[in-house]
């Protein structure tokens, strides 16, 4: 997933106690679905808005993946939109969480040491308990591992 998502190992993955998440915000988490075939939808319940019809096409939508990604085992956070609020200067929406529900971040192997030492330092100015490891490739077998950054 490094790959795909963090920039080629440049970014950052963040650890959640997601029930913690699931209890302070408005919303669904739940596992991907992977599947062979789109979700299908009824045009007709759409226009209708039968049987909340289009609560549930958007919700299946934004939960099903093709069946080729299933080795991410990922799970999407969808939040309710009564629970963003809006940065006036970016116009980007964000949903304020408990920081007490991070429980670890890893660095790709490629994030600068400058990025590690701002994240650390701010994990400790704010006493969080939250591991900090570092992505590193195995010299034997096609893997990561993970060594803990000392704090």
């Not at 988490?29 to 062979?36: G, I, L, P, R, W």
């Not at 759409?46 to 069946?67: G, I, N, P, Y």
């Not at 956070?77 to 116009?91: F, G, T």
């Not at 490739?137 to 704090?151: G, S, T």
């Amino acid at each position: 997933m490094w790959a795909h998502y963090s920039n080629g190992q440049k970014g950052l993955r963040f650890w959640f106690d997601h029930i913690e998440l699931n209890v302070r915000v408005d919303g669904v988490f739940d596992e991907v679905k992977y599947q062979e075939r789109m979700p299908e939808f009824k045009i007709r319940d759409l226009l209708r808005d039968r049987d909340d019809a289009v609560e549930k096409a958007l919700r299946a939508s934004m939960q099903t993946k093709s069946h080729v990604w299933q080795y991410e085992h990922e799970y999407r956070w969808i939040v309710d939109k009564s629970c963003r609020e809006i940065d006036k200067a970016s116009e980007m929406s964000y949903v304020k969480i408990n920081i007490k529900a991070l429980k670890r971040i890893d660095f790709g192997i490629r994030c600068k040491d400058e990025i590690v030492n701002k994240v650390a330092k701010f994990v400790k100015g704010c006493e969080l308990t939250v591991e900090l490891m570092r992505a590193e490739m195995d010299k034997a077998e096609y893997k990561l591992n993970y060594r803990p950054i000392a704090q």
